[in-house]
């Protein structure tokens, strides 16, 4: 399969009153279409940047990101974001807030909004779409902020350590969740985590980075398929995030 996403070299420097902190100091790696790559690394090591300079938001001081065979050089609508947060606006119905998202990409036309719908209601949402964010549980809130995001058919989708502030047996679910309705779309994406058997029972490869200013010091290919639950208990998964703890613990 062809390489959808590429990053050649890029690195990144932040200016502050303080001096210059270097946060990237030539990232390489490539996601192929339909490739769902996790991103593990210390602590401030740049992860979030990554995905910045992914988005666009932030411009390299050094080397390049080239998406679809576009050089990205400023902020664009390709790219969709999932946060730790799930950023629905209480005020708003599930389908006011999908809507929005549409509004806000300047994407409302007819034929998305009939498309977010029919996601609704693929992924179960249907019966809730006039329901309030508060009426829904956390999962089902993330599943709609999720769909608020594919809506406006990204295509790469950057999630950084989205489930974080869910409780562990939640976070399982969600993840599952997630997982399964970005395969279902074939949608490319990139997750940053801090825990790594996610890394792992979420990706296909798993993408370590070295502690600040960072390098990708190893990739590893994950050798089996499926969810995160099913990949917890397999011994070949522990044994992989064992070598991706080892990896993150040697400098
Ligand atoms: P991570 O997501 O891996 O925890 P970040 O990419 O957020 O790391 O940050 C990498 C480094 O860059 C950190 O040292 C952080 O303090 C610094 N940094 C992040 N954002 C900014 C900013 N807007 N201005 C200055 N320094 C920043
Ligand atoms: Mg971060």
């Known amino acids: 399969m062809s390489d959808i996403l590429t990053l050649d070299g890029v690195a990144l420097s932040y200016h502050t009153t303080d001096g210059e902190t270097e946060a990237l100091a030539g990232v390489t790696f490539s996601a192929k279409r339909g490739e769902f790559l996790s991103i593990v690394g210390p602590s401030g090591c740049g992860k979030t940047t990554v995905l910045s300079v992914v988005a666009g938001l932030l411009k390299p001081t050094a080397g390049k990101v080239t998406l679809d065979g576009c050089e990205v050089t400023a902020p664009h609508g390709d790219v969709g974001y ?126 370590v980075l070295s502690p600040r200013p960072a390098v990708v010091k190893k990739i590893f290919t994950v050798p089996v398929n499926g969810t995160l639950s099913q990949k917890r208990v397999m011994p070949v998964a522990n044994e992989l995030s064992e070598a991706v703890w080892k990896e993150l613990r040697t400098g």
Do not use: C
């Not at 209480?90 to 998202?101: D, H, Q, R, Y």
């Open 82 to 207: 999932m946060l730790q947060k799930d950023t629905l606006f209480e005020w708003l119905t599930i389908s006011a807030n999908v809507e929005l998202g549409l509004r806000v990409q300047k994407k409302l036309t007819e034929e998305n909004r009939a498309y977010a719908r029919a996601l609704l209601e693929k992924y179960g949402l249907g019966e809730f779409a006039e329901h309030y964010p508060s009426q829904l549980s956390g999962g089902m809130r993330q599943r709609a902020a999720l769909i608020r995001t594919l809506a406006f058919r990204p295509k790469l989708l950057l999630l950084d350590e989205p489930f974080s502030a869910l409780d562990f047996q939640t976070r399982l679910d969600v993840a599952d969740d997630v997982g399964n309705i970005i395969r279902q779309e074939g949608l490319t994406a990139l997750l940053v985590t801090h825990d790594v058997p996610e890394a792992v029972g979420m990706g296909d490869r798993v993408i």
